[in-house]
């Protein structure tokens, strides 16, 4: 018992120093995150639609074949990306891991 009263008072006396050096990353984290994860606005919208024009206009005309490694995986990372929210907001909504309780579709 003695020796997790010690380390717990060890963690406590490094904590201010480790609270000072998080801050950097800590300030840089929430300077993106007001860009980033803010909704769109009205004025964004038509960028929005311009950007879905860009996107239907390169599937049609093939220019996606053209597009670099790079330039694939960093596609494939924001769909990624999107995929995550789209299912953390589906549990969310649920309520649950599993899916939605229906009233008359099993016996229990």
Do not use: H, R
Request: glycine share 12%; charged share 15%; hydrophobic share 45%.
């Amino acid at each position: 018992m003695a020796k997790v009263v010690a380390k717990i008072g060890g963690l406590v006396s490094k904590a201010p120093g480790l609270v000072k050096k998080a801050q950097p990353g800590f300030q840089s984290f929430i300077k993106y995150a007001k860009v980033e994860l803010t909704p769109p606005t009205f004025s964004d919208m038509p960028k929005v639609s311009q950007g879905f024009v860009s996107v239907t206009n390169s599937i049609k005309t093939g220019k996606w074949k053209t597009l670099t490694v790079k330039e694939g995986f960093l596609n494939s990372v924001v769909a990624l990306e999107i995929m995550c929210w789209f299912f953390i907001g589906e549990i969310i909504g649920k309520g649950s891991l599993i899916g939605y309780n229906i009233p008359g579709a099993f016996q229990a």
